[in-house]
């Protein structure tokens, strides 16, 4: 069974600084893109960043490249987004996904349950 | 920039109708195009991909088609744990965008 179980989220301040994780199981993940895609409370879906199978290959939304950077550790199964500099607009519930097709142009098949990050004053 | 449209916004159905909802591309995308549905507090989770390609598990009363710019979800006869909101997403430009569309909530009439 695939399960992508997350961990990280927090309230934090304007400017601060947050890891999420992505634990993934029931698959060989080290042969798979993987993105990550946010929620903000109340409205649509909005892709954030997706890395490479091999960890290269990282692309950012342009409301996120600078401040966020996408990795992973193949050998922990295990899924990062390290988000800097965290702005109020920032705030959602930030899914993670597997891409299992190879290479980017296939659908996110996989789905985490979703952690929430705030950033609030 | 892709830019993804679905209509209408909300979609009023009644159980056992027919629903059918749209999504438009800015420019082509060939058929690299799936549909997702997801329902409150929960993930979304993936129903159609390659455009008319279901997922695995996925009922038989959802059904998908389209290519280029124009797309359709078909939902045959709604049964109660559909009603949810559905939303397209283009995976066919590079560098990647993954662009979704805002979704098209589909309730009971």
């Known amino acids: 069974e695939v399960r992508l179980v997350q961990s990280g989220g927090d309230v934090v301040h304007p400017g601060g600084s947050l890891r999420l994780s992505c634990a993934a199981s029931g698959f060989i993940f080290s042969n798979y893109a993987m993105s990550w895609v946010r929620q903000a409370p109340g409205k649509g879906l909005a892709w954030v960043s997706v890395?490479?199978?091999?960890?290269?290959?990282?692309h950012y939304a342009d409301s996120v490249r600078g401040r966020f950077t996408i990795s992973r550790d193949n050998s922990k199964n295990t899924l990062y987004l390290e988000m800097n500099s965290l702005r109020a607009e920032d705030t959602a519930v930030y899914f993670c996904?597997?891409?299992?097709?190879?290479?980017?142009?296939?659908?996110?098949?996989?789905w985490g349950q979703g952690t929430l990050v705030t950033v609030a004053s | 920039e892709i830019v993804m449209t679905q209509s209408p916004a909300t979609l009023s159905v009644s159980p056992g109708e027919r629903a059918t909802l749209s999504c438009r591309a800015s420019q082509s995308v060939n058929s690299n195009l799936a549909w997702y549905q997801q329902k409150p507090g929960q993930a979304p989770r993936l129903l159609i991909h390659a455009a008319s390609t279901r997922a695995t598990g996925i009922p038989v009363r959802f059904s998908g088609s389209g290519s280029g710019t124009e797309f359709t979800l078909t939902i045959s006869s709604l049964q109660s744990e559909d009603f949810a909101v559905y939303y397209c997403q283009q995976y066919d430009n590079w560098p990647p965008t993954f662009t979704f569309g805002p979704g098209t909530k589909v309730d009971i009439k």
């Open positions: 890395i490479g199978a091999s960890g290269g290959g990282a």
């Open positions: 996904a597997s891409i299992r097709g190879g290479g980017y142009f296939h659908p996110l098949d996989f």
